[in-house]
């Protein structure tokens, strides 16, 4: 094959050479896939190919594989195009292969080691044969595919996280930033990308032992090999990383073992912080974990800061008594406690359960969806949601974990009769001619009882007290009641009873007529 | 006072905070743009220090100076420890310096209590308003938020931060009231609920502006009062349904200079905060709730980790046939993670899961080995009883005589 062959005239070549016995030579990815796809269309077995490839070096010689790695993506993408527009010949099938598969060839393809080419022909082959297990980890060959695409992903994290860049001069002139690093595998294109997008219109050079990337603030520039190692490179800047990573480390929580799981030693000796590492260890040996202090503050002499208790206090509204009851145990899961809301004078006092999600984080009752409904039934009973009292039975949220939502859960009677303490109060102040208990725990509370049921009381105002007592359903209720019409049949309950209240309060309103004469 | 020493006093007054993530942002980027900075989405650890914890971000103070006189913390005002204050400008730059050199993914700003809540809150939302809207720096920023301050000032610290967070510090109301005298769990609640509400509208108002795409975490020390693990746990499980919050994080109390009566003056229980990351990792991700994992009250378990303390307690589930039981169940098996959970679902609508696959897929044999049933394989039935796997199964004792000397003491 001639040297510098496209990859279309490589595949072309590819099923005639193997033939002849000759070994196939692909540089990168892109190649591969090419000579692969003619390979299985030929159905070429594995066993019958030699793969070679020219120095397992990426870069020698391959100028574009930098570009089209960094030109909108990856080299899949413009593969993919490629595989649409080029039929290879009218006979063979094309092979189809999933993108996720796809993607884990490409990304193996970057480990360094002298078969991939051939694996990567086997683990293809196997899927189109119809073994499909090979992409699972379960599978021999999926299990090595896999720990490749492991090692490759955590190479290219690895220098996102380990490279360590040095200022230059400004005089110096571009690059800017200098960085050295010994990958492990051919991920030098994948984390030019990276740093592009993170270092914005600086320039700056990532040097390693095969390859450089130079990216002068506005492209990106692939070369060989331009330095052996960054030592002699000084940046005044990195004496306050030293200082930093000296005092952000604990003493008192040594524990090197995950430190050194995390950052393998090949890593170290081109980290700066590297050097430091023994003596922080060791000082930490010698006393220092008594405290998590680090030596060099402790050895400043400190201050008090004169002030009085009284006066750090911050400025906070009182928090009002319903806020600090404690009659029974839900306050403590919930945010605060809501109180009723509407005007001195009104003559309708609504009592609802308890307050939600939503409620509990606005501290105001009836503000989610319950609320937004009973809004409607305001609405379509012609009744001013202004010039109403709300409240609830019990002023705290009960709920119940699911997942990371609150699920409400209905309050016990003894947190009724607890709660009742506020409800009580709010009656004896505001007298409200007529209260809207609006479900099951709301009458139970306001009636005092345990035992009454919704049904008896539903359209059947009771007098209690100095005020009447209209039942109606809790809106929460009909945003449950799964069938439409009886959801329409509950909303129109609530209505009627509403506008009842509102009758009820009219009756007594008017004046006593006067007597004829 | 020298840049460097002032960085050496507000680091270390700062290490004392768990959070470090930088995971969570919307993906960013600078190619081709004035300013700097990317973000991933996934976060990235620059280094560890030999305590093992990664640095991700500049984890910095931006003062010492601290009003209040929270008892577990170095910076209480009746503390004898030397104080300094950065100038917004000076942490400004050090965080795009650091970032130029990728020390970091980018900066997480707390701040000791200065005059007052409000005053202190503003210094850091001034800090992250020069960074985004004059450097244009488009890293990662985690603000710590003052609970008492203005919601106005945490909403603009929502614009320009990617993540917020309240401490919650202690697990009870108590516990804050005795330790932290200056703090209220009632405003903290309040705090919290208001950046939820802030993410709830901007979750249905995508076009409204930017609040702390991250979300919101908080801390609880761990150790420094008398609250067992179930408090705790549960204490988690109300603020991750409350508030919606990200991540809890569990900081084991360090003993600190000139410690106070107090406070213990313990080593810190790291293998106790290590089982809470554990139990905490089984609340968000597996399903688990807080009853099933504690469901009486003390601590977890040192000797075995959470998930396998609670299938030797749970017996009647298993064993579970890993070709039939509901795809859910199956990552409550001790020894399979959520991954191998997952490779295992999509490897039985191929073929029968056999033994093998489990060791090629590098389960914990060990532990797995009395609770599941393949296609080849089948535990004795009932023949080990819970103790005895115990036994067998439970990690070695390490941690405990970690530090013999202060354990002594
Ligand atoms: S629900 Fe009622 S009784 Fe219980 S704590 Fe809250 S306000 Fe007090």
Not at chain 1, 355 to 362: H, I, K, R, S, V
Not at chain 2, 159 to 187: F, G, M, Q
Request: hydrophobic share 40%.
């Amino acid at each position: 094959m001639k040297p510098g062959a496209s990859p279309a005239e490589l595949a072309a070549g590819a099923v005639a050479a193997v033939r002849a016995g000759r070994p196939l030579l692909v540089r990168d990815f892109t190649e591969w896939r090419a000579v692969a796809r003619e390979l299985l269309g030929a159905r070429v077995a594995p066993a019958s190919v030699t793969w070679g490839a020219p120095g397992e070096d990426l870069f020698s010689g391959a100028p574009a594989s930098i570009a089209a790695a960094h030109n909108g993506g990856d080299l899949l993408s413009a593969a993919t195009q490629a595989d649409e527009q080029e039929p290879i010949n009218g006979t063979t099938p094309r092979p189809h292969i999933p993108r996720s598969l796809m993607e884990m060839l490409q990304t193996a393809a970057c480990y360094r080691d002298h078969d991939r080419w051939a694996f990567l022909y086997r683990v293809i082959w196997r899927w189109q044969q119809g073994e499909h297990d090979v992409q699972s980890p379960a599978d021999a060959d999926g299990q090595r595919l896999n720990s490749m695409v492991k090692a490759v992903r955590r190479e290219v994290h690895d220098m996102h996280a380990y490279i360590r860049f040095r200022e230059r001069p400004i005089e110096a002139g571009a690059p800017h930033f200098v960085a050295w690093f010994e990958p492990a595998h051919d991920v030098l294109p994948q984390v030019a990308e990276h740093f592009v997008a993170r270092m914005g219109k600086v320039s700056w050079m990532i040097a390693t032992p095969d390859a450089s990337v130079l990216w002068d603030g506005a492209t990106l520039h692939q070369t060989g090999p331009l330095m052996s190692s960054a030592a002699d490179l000084i940046d005044a800047g990195e004496a306050l990383w030293l200082t930093y990573y000296r005092s952000i480390f604990n003493p008192a929580r040594l524990n090197t073992q995950v430190m050194n799981s995390h950052i393998p030693s090949r890593f170290w000796k081109n980290l700066p912080e590297g050097a430091l590492v023994p003596s922080l260890v060791s000082q930490a040996g010698l006393g220092a974990r008594r405290i998590g202090q680090v030596e060099a503050v402790g050895r400043r002499s400190g201050r008090t800061i004169p002030i009085e208790a009284e006066q750090a206090q911050p400025e906070r509204q009182q928090p009002s008594k319903l806020d600090e009851c404690r009659r029974c145990d839900l306050w403590e899961h919930a945010t605060q406690a809501v109180g009723g809301e509407g005007p001195k004078s009104a003559k309708i006092m609504i009592v609802g359960e308890q307050p939600g999600d939503q409620e509990d984080l606005a501290g105001q009752p009836f503000v989610g969806p319950a609320g937004k409904l009973l809004d409607r039934v305001f609405e379509q009973a012609g009744v001013d949601r202004k010039g109403v009292y709300i409240t609830n039975a019990v002023k705290h949220f009960k709920w119940e974990p699911r997942g990371k939502r609150r699920l409400h859960k209905t309050p016990a009677q003894k947190e009724i009769e607890a709660c009742h303490y506020w409800l009580e109060k709010e009656i004896a102040t505001r007298k409200p001619k007529v209260i809207v208990a609006m479900g099951a725990t709301a009458l139970k509370s306001v009636l005092q009882t345990g035992s009454v049921t919704l049904k008896d009381k539903l359209g059947h105002p009771v007098r209690h007290g100095d005020s009447w007592v209209v039942t109606i359903y809790h809106p929460s209720y009909v945003l449950r009641v799964p069938d439409e019409s009886a959801k329409h049949e509950a909303f129109s309950v609530m209505v009627k009873g509403l506008k009842l209240a509102q009758e009820l309060l009219d009756r007594l309103d008017v004046p006593e007529p006067p007597s004829a004469s | 006072m020298e840049l460097n020493d002032k960085l050496e006093i507000l680091a270390d007054a700062a290490k004392y905070d768990a959070s470090c993530a930088s995971s969570g942002a919307p993906k960013r980027g600078s190619e081709g743009k004035d300013g700097l900075g990317a973000t991933t989405g996934m976060g990235i650890c620059h280094s560890y220090t030999p305590d093992g914890r990664c640095v991700s971000l500049l984890k910095i103070l931006l003062t010492n100076f601290c009003i209040y006189d929270c008892q577990y913390c170095i910076n209480r005002r009746t503390s004898n420890v030397p104080r300094a204050r950065f100038a917004v400008d000076e942490v400004v730059k050090l965080t795009q310096d650091f970032y130029l050199r990728n020390y970091i993914d980018g900066l997480f700003l707390s701040s000791g209590i200065i005059q007052s809540a409000d005053y202190t809150m503003e210094q850091l939302v001034a800090v992250a308003r020069q960074l985004r809207e004059v450097h244009q720096f488009r890293g990662y920023i985690h603000l710590k938020t003052i609970p008492d301050a203005d919601p106005l000032l945490i909403q603009e610290a929502g614009r320009w931060a990617d993540r917020l967070s309240v401490n919650i510090e202690l697990p009870t109301h108590d516990s804050v009231t005795r330790l932290a005298p200056e703090k209220s769990v009632h405003t903290i609640k309040l705090a919290m609920g208001s950046i939820r509400r802030k993410l709830d509208e901007k979750a249905e108002e995508p076009k409204a502006p930017n609040f702390a795409p991250a979300g919101q975490s908080t801390q609880m020390i761990v150790g420094a009062d008398a609250s067992d693990d179930h408090t705790i746990l549960n204490t988690a499980e109300t603020l991750y349904g409350s508030y919606k919050l990200k991540r809890v994080y569990y900081s084991a109390f360090s003993p600190i200079p000139q410690s106070p009566g107090s406070v213990p003056l313990a080593p810190p229980p790291l293998l106790r905060e290590h089982r809470l990351y554990q139990a905490d990792f089984l609340l968000r991700g597996y399903g688990f709730t807080a009853g099933e994992l504690m469901p009486q009250t003390g601590n977890l378990a040192l000797d075995v980790d959470p998930k396998l303390a609670w299938a030797l307690a749970n017996r009647e589930h298993f064993p579970m046939d890993l070709n039939r039981v509901d795809a859910s169940l199956i990552p409550r098996i001790p020894g399979i993670g959520l991954r191998n959970a997952k490779r295992l679902v999509e490897l039985r609508r191929l073929r029968r899961i056999r033994w093998e696959d489990l060791s090629r897929l590098r389960c914990s044999l060990k532990k797995l080995a009395p609770f599941v049933v393949t296609a080849d394989y089948k535990p004795a039935q009932g023949a080990t009883s819970s103790d005895l796997l115990r036994k067998h199964m439970a990690d070695a004792p390490q941690q405990m005589n970690l530090w013999p000397e202060l354990q002594a003491a």
